[in-house]
């Protein structure tokens, strides 16, 4: 059938909606939610009716003649009763009556075979603004506001909470065997434990995979083992479900995460993030002296080779380290992890001499949890965030620009590593 006369043949649900005083006198009957929503509710009963009729409709057309009609004893095709099928809708699952025809012509376009049931609406809603980092409360009053319908804090909570195996299964998915960079930082939320209340790091790790897409590549919940140990957990997460090689890992300064990825992946190279350095820095620079000294340490930094970038730096050291030798001596004591970048085009180092692709993740992150006081639990904390990355990640469906040029790039640089 062309799209055309499918179009033609689709019912419009206004033709057949039940007149509006039988509705009036439906939802006068209601006073809770239970009454509009499940099996007997309002909505399922309405719903089933409109849909029945419509596909009487569909198959009328579908034969060519009205049923009882006598032009249809020689028509070579005739109606065969109906079969029952369950369709789970907003209003609930419920049961329609579908009508089919003697030769098994009749194919519904309304409701087409194969497709077991639409979505739930209303679960959507609710999942969809716990997402947007709504608090139980406010989303009560908005399903009041919109729906005239009550809904119970677990209500909610047992709405959510289904979103769980999704939660798990996407936390131990399989992950692709190679990723050119891996960017990793933290934010902080206040989960309770053990009757109080802690501020805990929540670890991200984002990567971009040889097609230059990205992706979160889990959250982490810190149990206060915040150095080595923990983050060898956390590689070897990576590792348990395939990852076998990552070429660049951007971090900030955290502690342990050097070493517990290079014990994993020892070939891997570090780049700190330089931002974080110059951040660092400035706070043992006095407000008077920061312009200047901003200017000197652009020469570090923004130099064009390494060689040049440590000429500056020892000029950096001569002028400055008399009143600042500790910011000197950070830059010192790190260069081998800051200057990764100079070893790259300038395409790469472009994306990995700081680490703002995951920083703009989790400022979004934090937008949504902003209202939120503390998580009853860390897994309350791991299905909103779940819920968050979902609705941030819809829009990174393109590879990073120029991403042909920079993976020719990265082939050369890595062709011992790197096979197509």
């Not at 979004?364 to 779940?386: H, T, V, Y």
Request: glycine fraction near 6%; hydrophobic fraction near 40%; charged fraction near 25%.
């Amino acid at each position: 059938m062309s799209k055309d006369k499918e179009m033609s043949n689709k019912p419009n649900i206004q033709d057949y909606m039940p007149p509006a005083e039988i509705v009036q006198q439906e939802l006068a009957k209601a006073k809770s939610m239970d009454d509009f929503f499940g099996k007997e509710g309002i909505f399922a009963r309405l719903f089933a009716n409109t849909m029945e009729q419509m596909l009487q409709a569909e198959l009328t057309e579908h034969l060519g003649y009205e049923p009882h009609e006598a032009k249809g004893r020689n028509s070579g095709n005739s109606r065969n009763g109906s079969y029952s099928r369950k369709v789970r809708t907003s209003e609930g699952e419920t049961t329609i009556e579908v009508p089919r025809d003697r030769n098994g012509t009749f194919e519904p376009v309304i409701l087409p075979k194969g497709t077991g049931s639409t979505t739930n609406e209303l679960e959507d809603k609710i999942i969809g603004m716990y997402a947007k980092g709504m608090s139980v409360r406010d989303i009560q009053n908005q399903l009041e506001e919109l729906y005239g319908v009550q809904v119970s804090p677990a209500t909610v909570s047992a709405i959510t909470d289904k979103v769980w195996g999704l939660v798990e299964a996407w936390q131990s998915r399989p992950l692709a065997a190679t990723y050119a960079i891996v960017y990793l930082d933290a934010i902080h939320l206040k989960i309770r434990r053990e009757n109080k209340i802690e501020n805990t790091a929540v670890y991200i790790v984002l990567g971009v995979d040889l097609e230059g897409h990205r992706d979160v590549l889990g959250h982490w919940i810190g149990d206060g083992g915040e150095g080595a140990n923990f983050w060898l957990s956390v590689i070897t997460d990576l590792q348990s479900r395939g990852v076998k090689d990552i070429l660049i890992a951007c971090m900030d300064g955290l502690t342990g995460f050097k070493d517990a990825i290079l014990a994993v992946f020892p070939k891997t190279e570090i780049q700190r993030c330089v931002i974080h350095q110059i951040r660092n820095s400035l706070k043992y620079i006095s407000w008077k002296d920061r312009k200047a000294f901003m200017v000197d340490l652009r020469q570090v930094y923004g130099a064009p080779t390494r060689e040049a970038a440590e000429t500056a730096l020892e000029a950096l050291d001569e002028k400055w380290s008399s009143r600042y030798a500790v910011a000197i001596r950070s830059w010192q004591n790190n260069w081998e992890d800051l200057a990764t970048f100079f070893r790259f085009p300038a395409e790469i180092r472009r994306l990995i001499y700081t680490t703002n692709s995951v920083e703009g993740y989790n400022r979004q992150l934090r937008k949504i949890i902003k209202s939120k006081g503390a998580f009853p639990s860390g897994d309350a904390a791991r299905k909103l965030l779940f819920l968050a990355y979902r609705d941030i990640t819809k829009k990174w469906t393109m590879p990073i620009v120029n991403w042909p040029l920079i993976l020719n790039q990265l082939v050369i640089r890595f062709e011992q590593r790197l096979s197509f």
